[in-house]
C-alpha cells in the first residue's frame, strides 16, 4: 500500500496509475500546419476514459489534429521539433505537460533536454519509481482526504441515512467514470452507483425521489448540488454531521471519494455561474 492524499492505495492500482499518466502511445494535439511542418504521423483514433482525463482531451479544440507516438517515435524528432511539440499542447490546453521546475528535484536536471527546457510531458521511462512521483502529483491537484479525522460517533450517526458513505470515504475508483452524482447516490445506498458515470437526468430523478428542498449544513444527510445558470447540475456531495462532507471532484482515475470540512467544499466548489441548492435527504 501507498499513501496517497491520506488513502491507502493498492500496489496493484498504482501499477495501473502508470499505465494511465505515461501510456506506451500518448496523443499530441496540432494544427494541420504543425503536423505538416513537422512531419507527424495523424490518427482519427480517441483516447480511452483514463487518457481522455490524463491529457484533457475534451477541453482540447475539436478543430485541432492528433499525432499519436511513443517515446521512441517523440524521442526521434529533432530537438526543435520535441520544443515546439510539447510547447503545442500547452497551447493547446492539453493536460499532462509540467514544469521542468516543479520536477527538476524529483526527475534530475537530464529531464531539461527532453523538450525546451521548460515543459516536458511523462514517459515510463520517468516513472520507474512511481512512488516518488504518482502520490506527490494526485495529492497537489487534489489535497488530502480528512475522512480519519472524523470521529466514530459521526459515523454511528450517519449511518441511516447514508449506509455506505463509510466505507466509501477514502477511496479511488478504479478508473474513470465514477463521479460525483454516483458517489452521493451510492452513499445512500443505491447499488453500483459508486462504479459508474452517473449522468445528469438520472441523478435529477434520484434526488426527486430522494429528498426535499432545504437543509442545514450541519446535520447529515444534507445534498449540496451545484447548478449553473441554464439549471444543469454541474456537482454534488452530501454532509455527514458536525461539519463533515463527502464528495468526488470529479470522474477523473486520480480523484478520490474524500472527506472534507464542509467548508472546504464549498469553497473549492465556487465557480462563476454556479448556485448551490441544499436537498435533505428522506428518512
Known amino acids: 500500500m501507498t499513501d496517497v492524499a491520506g488513502i491507502a492505495l493498492p500496489d496493484a492500482l498504482l ?23 513537422w512531419k507527424l504521423p495523424l490518427s482519427d483514433e480517441e483516447p480511452d476514459r483514463q487518457l481522455r482525463d490524463t491529457y484533457l482531451s475534451y477541453a482540447v479544440d475539436g478543430r485541432l489534429r492528433c499525432s499519436w507516438l511513443s517515446e521512441s517515435a517523440f524521442s526521434a524528432y529533432p530537438k526543435k521539433v520535441r520544443a515546439g511539440l510539447v510547447r503545442a ?4 490546453e492539453r493536460g499532462a505537460v509540467p514544469t521542468v521546475r516543479a520536477w527538476r528535484g524529483v ?6 533536454g527532453q523538450a525546451d527546457g521548460h515543459r516536458f510531458v511523462w514517459w515510463k521511462s520517468l516513472l520507474t519509481d512511481p512512488v516518488a512521483v504518482l502520490p506527490r502529483l494526485v495529492s497537489e491537484d487534489i489535497g488530502v482526504s480528512r475522512h ?3 470521529p466514530a460517533s459521526v459515523w454511528r450517526g450517519v449511518e441511516g441515512l447514508l449506509p455506505r458513505a463509510r466505507e466509501l470515504a477514502g477511496t479511488f ?3 474513470s467514470g465514477p463521479n460525483c452524482f454516483g458517489t452521493v447516490m451510492a452513499a445512500a445506498g443505491a447499488e453500483g452507483a459508486e462504479s459508474e458515470w452517473m449522468q ?16 442545514r449544513d450541519d446535520v447529515p444527510g444534507i445534498l449540496l448540488v451545484w447548478r449553473s445558470a441554464d439549471r444543469a447540475v454541474q456537482h454534488a456531495a452530501v454532509t455527514l454531521g458536525s461539519g463533515w462532507a463527502l464528495h468526488k471532484p ?17 469553497r473549492a466548489t465556487r465557480t462563476a455561474g454556479w448556485h448551490l441548492q441544499r436537498h435533505t435527504m428522506r428518512r
Do not use: C, N
Open 15 to 37: 501499477l495501473r496509475w502508470v499505465d494511465w499518466l505515461a501510456p506506451e502511445r500518448q496523443p499530441f494535439y496540432v494544427t494541420a500546419r504543425q503536423a505538416a511542418e
Open 89 to 92: 499542447q500547452v497551447v493547446h
Open 107 to 112: 526527475l534530475g536536471d537530464e529531464i531539461r
Open 148 to 150: 480519519a479525522e472524523v
Open 173 to 175: 475508483p478504479e478508473g
Open 200 to 215: 445528469r437526468e438520472p441523478f435529477d430523478r434520484w434526488l426527486d425521489a430522494s429528498t426535499t428542498r432545504g437543509g
Open 250 to 266: 470529479s470522474q477523473s482515475w486520480m480523484t478520490p471519494r474524500k472527506v472534507r470540512t464542509v467548508a472546504e467544499v464549498l
